[in-house]
């Protein structure tokens, strides 16, 4: 039974560019949710999708968005990259908005130069 | 708004020795808990969590947690030690009845296991 799977692993990008960041959920859960881990520190929410539509989103400006599709998978779109959006982004999924908890994937690490 | 303190950044310790890692939370209302382990270059893996009931809640891997409801302490306990245990340790809420039910994660601790 496959976890949550997310692509690419690793990527480098330029100050100024545009990123996609993609996530399948776990076999059976309908919710998605992105995080944002810098090193050294705990992850920091950025948004959940459910039923398609984002439902909830945390301190982050709008450079950040993201889409799920029908099929429950996610993406997560970054614009204007600055230094500071360098990054492991996690990407968690679960069942009706997290009542039980998520499982989460192993990350893509951003690095912006 | 909730927030989590995890008191200490790292915590090293001896194999086979017993360890706490502490964790307090700060919410004006009910709230989940949970403790992730994360091992390096990996996500997130669930060790337990408290959702309701008994206050003494056992993980995986041997670990156990105690809320403490008036002391908003959520402490991680486990009596011996591995190298493997070598690893960043999370300690995360979530609240009651919250639409999205977001966790708000703590700084994390490192446990470091010495032979």
């Known amino acids: 039974d496959a976890g949550v799977t997310q692509s690419p692993t690793h990527l480098i990008k330029t100050r100024g560019q545009q990123v996609t960041l993609r996530c399948s959920p776990k076999?059976?859960?309908?919710?998605v949710s992105w995080y944002q881990q810098a090193l050294g520190q705990g992850p920091q929410f950025i948004f959940q999708?459910?039923?398609?539509?984002?439902?909830q989103r945390g301190n982050f400006p709008d450079r950040f968005s993201g889409h799920q599709f029908p099929n429950y998978s996610s993406e997560l779109n970054v614009n204007a990259l600055l230094l500071g959006d360098s990054a492991l982004y996690l990407c968690a999924s679960s069942i009706d908005r997290g009542s039980y908890g998520y499982t989460f994937g192993s990350g893509t690490r951003l690095t912006v130069v | 708004a909730q927030s989590v303190t995890q008191l200490d950044s790292q915590v090293p310790v001896f194999e086979e020795a017993p360890v706490e890692l502490r964790c307090n939370y700060s919410?004006?209302?009910?709230?989940?808990l949970f403790w992730y382990v994360q091992y390096p270059n990996q996500g997130l893996q669930l060790l337990l969590k408290?959702?309701?009931?008994?206050?003494l809640v056992k993980g995986i891997n041997g670990f156990e947690a105690e809320f403490n409801k008036s002391q908003t302490s959520f402490h991680l306990r486990k009596p011996s030690v591995h190298i493997s245990d070598t690893a960043e340790y999370f300690c995360?809420?979530?609240?009651?009845?919250?639409?999205?039910?977001?966790?708000?994660f703590g700084g994390g601790t490192r446990l470091m296991v010495k032979p």
């Open positions: 919410s004006s209302v009910s709230v989940y």
């Open positions: 408290y959702l309701s009931g008994s206050t």
């Open positions: 076999s059976g859960h309908d919710t």
């Open positions: 995360a809420v979530t609240l009651f009845n919250n639409a999205g039910n977001m966790l708000t």
């Open positions: 999708y459910y039923e398609e539509e984002e439902r």
